[in-house]
């Protein structure tokens, strides 16, 4: 199995082109694969796959082998991947995920794809099923009780399941102590991703993400965009904000005009390879 190593802000994952379909759910595969000490080391393993809806379809497995529905660093870079080693023209790109089909438009210097920008749909209140700007009006946080500890949360779907939370320092937050127990805690039965924000500026928040099936990482692209939506429903920030991951700055604007959320940051190759472990029939 040929691959590409790829990353957007440090979250990194073990890119597939593939041609046919994925007839069976890869997970051991994605599981040997994302291995840091026994397999090539990554967040996820991403397929790039074809699609009949859209120039290409992705589907992302987390390091410990489950499916999610979507990954915005993930998008960003098999959108690079597609114009720098498929299509070369394309610079606006349709992507079919689990979450739906999604719009990237690319920034090329040269031939080489910089920024990326991918609309990331409507955000969705977990549970409700319904847009959220319906329930703007509506109390948004919620309390949850962890062993002990009070924390308030705001659980905002965009297409994959985050629990927001907001603490004062984000930077000496114990995310590996409280992470695992809130992704797993019984009131979210398909498991979340948590992220916990520290609000700069009316303009600038700090995060940091403990991610559904990878645990701590260095960047959440889907996570920043659920972060922004619960700091604009909870009236810490405004509709455009930047980011600040562990990996770097993702820019996320929730607009106005079509309840829409549109993150725009980087995507990178690393190094090319050839996966000759167990399931080498890919
Ligand atoms: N890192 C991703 C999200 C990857 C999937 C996530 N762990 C899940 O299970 O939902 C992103 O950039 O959005």
């Given at each position: 199995m040929k691959f590409t190593k790829m990353h957007g802000l440090g979250n990194d994952f073990v890119v597939v082109y593939q041609k046919d379909p994925l007839n069976e759910s890869p997970r051991d595969l994605a599981r040997a694969v994302c291995d840091r000490h026994r397999g090539v080391g990554a967040d996820g393993l991403v397929f790039i796959l074809p699609s009949e809806r859209a120039d290409l379809r992705m589907r992302i497995f987390n390091a410990d082998g489950t499916e999610a529905e979507q990954c915005g660093n993930a998008v960003r870079c098999v959108a690079k991947y597609y114009y720098e080693c498929?299509?070369?023209?394309?610079k606006e790109l349709t992507v079919e995920t689990g979450a739906g089909i999604q719009r990237v438009w690319l920034d090329v210097a040269g031939n080489r794809v910089d920024q990326v920008k991918v609309d990331m749909g409507v955000p969705v209140l977990q549970g409700e099923q319904i847009p959220v700007t319906i329930r703007?009006?509506?109390?948004?946080e919620e309390p949850l009780e962890v062993d002990g500890r009070h924390f308030a949360f705001t659980a905002i779907s965009m297409g994959n399941p985050h629990v927001v939370i907001f603490v004062d320092?984000?930077?000496?937050?114990?995310v590996e102590a409280w992470g695992p127990k809130i992704e797993t805690h019984p009131y979210f039965p398909n498991k979340t991703n948590v992220e916990f924000i520290t609000v700069r500026s009316n303009r600038e928040l700090d995060m940091r993400v403990w991610e559904r099936?990878?645990?701590?990482?260095?960047?959440?692209g889907s996570g920043a965009c659920a972060s922004v939506v619960a700091s604009v429903l909870t009236g810490?920030?405004?509709?455009h904000v930047i980011v600040h991951l562990w990996g770097g700055d993702l820019e996320i604007e929730w607009s106005e005009q079509d309840d829409h959320v549109y993150m725009t940051g980087p995507a990178e190759v690393v190094f090319e390879g050839k996966w000759l472990g167990s399931d080498a029939s890919f």
């Open positions: 498929v299509s070369g023209v394309k703007k009006d509506r109390v948004v320092d984000v930077v000496s937050f114990p099936g990878a645990g701590q990482t260095m960047a959440c810490r920030t405004g509709r």
